[in-house]
């Protein structure tokens, strides 16, 4: 007979104001872009890396070097970063860490992005 269980990963989430701080001390992480184009979006935060939310698991060796690694999609309610974040996790990537304000917040905000 078939069951259910349930499975639970917390996530450590980053503010904005972390997230600058990191900017400004230039510290050893790589932020994850996993919106790209999709929607119609045309901007990223400047300097994130920007992978596709269906390529991050398979692109994470390029995010291994860094301390620490951010991941963030559209805004507080998308689910695409927590989803990239948990699988990342449970592949054993250290220090993964959602922002889950995303480009929207940034962008309410007037920080810095650049065009896709």
Not at 2 to 31: P, T
Not at 53 to 66: A, F, H, I, N, P
Request: with cysteine.
């Amino acid at each position: 007979m078939s069951y259910h269980i349930a499975f639970n990963i917390e996530l450590e989430c980053v503010d904005r104001d972390e997230l600058l701080d990191r900017f400004e001390q230039k510290a050893d992480f790589v932020l994850v872009d996993t919106i790209g184009t999709y929607g119609g979006n045309r901007y990223r935060i400047r300097g994130a890396k920007t992978i596709p939310y269906t390529e991050v698991v398979d692109r994470r060796k390029e995010l291994l070097k860094y301390k620490e690694i951010i991941i963030y999609c559209k805004e507080k309610t998308c689910v695409a970063s927590k989803k990239v974040a948990s699988a990342l996790k449970m592949l054993n990537a250290p220090n993964v860490k959602v922002y889950e304000g995303g480009i929207v917040e940034w962008m309410e905000n007037g920080l810095p992005v650049e065009e896709l």
